[in-house]
């Protein structure tokens, strides 16, 4: 009776995710604000305070305050642990809830190769959460060895600090966090391969999603088998990479105060590091507030499709992108029924992924509004940092510090709507997805 009380708890995403990560920040505000988590050894005002946990907990990466300098090693450590458990704790209620509404559509036996049962129980739920953290710390262990060999090879660390960092930036990294030791992120390094590209793909493999990357162990080599959902995340997450670095490379090319001072293989890797970050992850190697209004543009759309269901990345997600891409090329060739591959999707998921997008468009519409009514910054900036914010990806034109206390509560909000929205807001509908016994009469209407 308790296991079927908690599990029907468990279906209710709305509650569950929303109260998880608001005791988290909490807990994370007052940790922040002890004396001793600052280098100064003064409490932390309140709103710096929630700012950061808030940040951290749905591993956005924003900042209002320089993290090595004004955070002490408590504070950095207090920092990794809200990125820690905000990292898990997405990635194991979003595999679990897709579980859940997979079951709903009869593809559990897919997800989990268990076809014989049809019911979630709590052994299956202890099963997920169990891989997903064996995964986690897997992947964080063997970015953070290679971190900490380069940076103790490469750049001279004394073993203690080499360790320190690269467990850091590999928890950071994993989780599409985005928060750095170093106040210009990870410029210094733009030309350094060995960093660049593995926090890269641990950002890239953290965005996939547990589901997905699952099954990609399970049937690599086998892509004509692959369920909907992998399909979508891998072939979208390879175009969008593609796209977002061939964007940079021509936008920045000439710019000295970017690419342009880099030699060629420079720009290679720099580029593709700038179209891997809007995935959701803050960390940069290049000077944001020096580009291009056209890659702030890029950026703004990135950002705001994020990375895969189920994993650590934010946005509306590309596999909401992927499902409404596919409406329209079934609506532009005038089918009536969407058909991906060989699978069919069900109207259910269309109407979900039509709500999550216009409901973040509305998000970021109303909040880009409002931070332009009460700060003097330009269209371009602000509706970058709404976006950034709603889309957990951190990255900032440098304007964020300068934001009032108001627009730093508004960017909190953002942050912790654009964290729990979209998974809330899909699993919810997903859940309470129900069957009627009648049909109302049709009318046409006009549209367009």
Not at 21 to 28: P, S
Not at 175 to 188: I, Q, T, Y
Request: net charge positive; charged share 15%; proline share 4%.
């Amino acid at each position: 009776m308790r296991g079927s009380t908690a599990l029907e708890r468990f279906r209710s995403p709305t509650q569950v995710i929303a109260t998880a990560f608001g005791l988290a920040v909490l807990a994370g505000t007052l940790l922040l604000m002890l004396p001793a988590a600052t280098t100064t050894g003064e409490s932390a005002g309140w709103v710096v305070a929630v700012f950061t946990a808030t940040s951290a907990v749905t591993v956005t990466g924003m900042a209002t305050v320089d993290t090595d300098g004004h955070w002490s090693v408590l504070g950095e450590i207090v920092i990794a642990g809200l990125i820690q458990i905000g990292g898990l704790g997405i990635m194991t209620l979003a595999t679990m809830f897709t579980v859940l509404v997979s079951g709903r559509l009869g593809l559990r036996a897919r997800m989990l190769a268990q076809a014989e049962s049809k019911a979630l129980g709590t052994a299956d739920m202890r099963r997920v959460a169990r891989k997903v953290l064996f995964f986690s710390l897997g992947c964080e262990a063997v970015i953070a060895v290679i971190l900490t060999l380069r940076f103790l090879l490469g750049y001279g660390e004394p073993p203690g600090k080499a360790i320190y960092l690269g467990v850091f930036h590999a928890i950071s990294s994993f989780n599409d966090a985005g928060f750095a030791l170093w106040s210009d992120s990870l410029v210094r390094f733009v030309g350094d391969p060995w960093i660049c590209l593995t926090i890269a793909i641990a950002v890239i493999v953290g965005g996939l999603g547990y589901p997905v990357v699952f099954e990609l162990f399970r049937a690599w080599r086998h892509p004509g088998k692959w369920t909907v959902l992998t399909k979508i995340t891998v072939w979208m997450t390879i175009i969008l990479l593609t796209v977002g670095t061939l964007a940079f490379l021509v936008a920045e090319w000439a710019n000295p105060r970017t690419l342009g001072a880099l030699d060629d293989p420079g720009k290679l890797l720099a580029a593709f590091f700038a179209g891997v970050m809007p995935r959701s992850a803050g960390f940069n190697t290049l000077d944001i507030s020096q580009m291009h209004p056209s890659s702030w543009l890029v950026t703004d759309v990135l950002m705001f499709i994020g990375g895969g269901s189920a994993g650590t990345a934010g946005g509306i997600k590309v596999t909401t992108f992927g499902l409404l891409a596919f409406v329209i090329w079934a609506e532009l060739r005038g089918e009536p029924r969407v058909n991906i591959g060989h699978r069919r999707l069900p109207e259910s998921a269309q109407r979900q992924a039509i709500a999550i997008s216009l409901m973040a468009m509305a998000f970021v519409a109303v909040s880009t509004y409002i931070l332009l009514v009460i700060t003097p910054h330009s269209l371009d900036r602000v509706l970058f940092e709404v976006i950034a914010a709603f889309g957990t990806a951190g990255l900032s034109t440098g304007i964020t510090a300068d934001l009032p206390p108001a627009g730093h509560l508004l960017l909190v909000l953002l942050m912790f709507v654009g964290r729990i929205g979209p998974l809330t807001l899909g699993s919810a509908l997903a859940l309470k997805e129900r069957s009627t016994r009648y049909e109302l009469p049709e009318e046409r209407v006009i549209v367009g």
